[in-house]
């Protein structure tokens, strides 16, 4: 059972350039998160999606941009990355939104220089 | 919005000590979740909280939400290597979202 797969699991790009960290889920979950991970700041939700064709903005959205074409995919995108996006970013799933256990990613590590 | 505490922020302790790890909630919770991070890795749930007053166990570890619904704690009895790695409570930001809480760092030493 692979649950959350996130790819790539780390990555190092310069300043500027477009960057798409890719998501899928195999649990037919409707809900689907993007989280980032720093030091002292703890996760803090990037985007989310309800449903398939619909997305929400979460606490720090600017800079991101996300699609759900459908139930599995729930890519994160950076049009054109910044040092500060340097982080951990997980993805999340869960049966409905704010339905109780999410599911995780293993995580995507990304270094913006 | 809903914001979460966690204390103590990190935790050392020595293999087989019984240790507690508090959870703070500036407004009522109405589902409360603890999950574990190992380091590097993505985050496992270990359980869920509703109602004032519950308390759930798994294995060693066993958690309890107040009968306010705004404090939780996670009590691991015997601590273990395997213990080792960062706790975090969650919530429901009142359908807004899911929030975290910033987390606490155990080690335990063999």
């Known amino acids: 059972i692979a649950g959350i797969t996130q790819a790539p699991t780390s990555q190092i790009l310069a300043a500027g350039r477009r960057m798409t960290l890719r998501c899928t889920q195999d649990m037919r979950h409707n809900a689907m998160y993007w989280y980032r991970q720093d030091l002292g700041l703890g996760l803090r939700l990037i985007h989310y999606?309800?449903?398939?064709?619909?997305?929400g903005k979460g606490e720090v959205p600017d800079g991101y941009s996300v699609s759900r074409a459908n139930t599995d995919d729930f890519p994160l995108t950076l049009a054109s990355a910044v040092p500060s996006q340097t982080s951990v970013y997980f993805c999340a799933s869960s049966e409905g939104l704010l339905s109780g256990e999410l599911f995780f990613g293993e995580g995507s590590r990304l270094t913006v220089l | 919005s809903q914001e979460l505490e966690q204390s103590p922020q990190s935790l050392i302790v020595q293999e087989g000590k019984n240790l507690t790890i508090n959870c703070t909630s500036s407004?009522?919770?109405?589902?409360l979740y603890w999950y574990k991070q190992k380091y590097g890795e993505g985050l496992i749930f270990l359980m869920m909280l509703q109602k004032g007053g519950e308390e759930k166990s798994h294995e060693k570890i066993t958690a309890k939400l107040d009968e306010k619904k705004q404090q939780s704690s996670l009590h691991i009895t015997a601590s273990q290597p395997s213990h080792a790695g960062i706790y975090l409570c969650g919530a429901d930001n009142y359908g807004q979202n899911f929030v975290f809480g910033p987390g606490t760092r155990l080690s335990v030493l063999p």
């Open positions: 999606s309800n449903t398939a064709g619909t997305t």
């Open positions: 407004k009522t919770l109405y589902g």
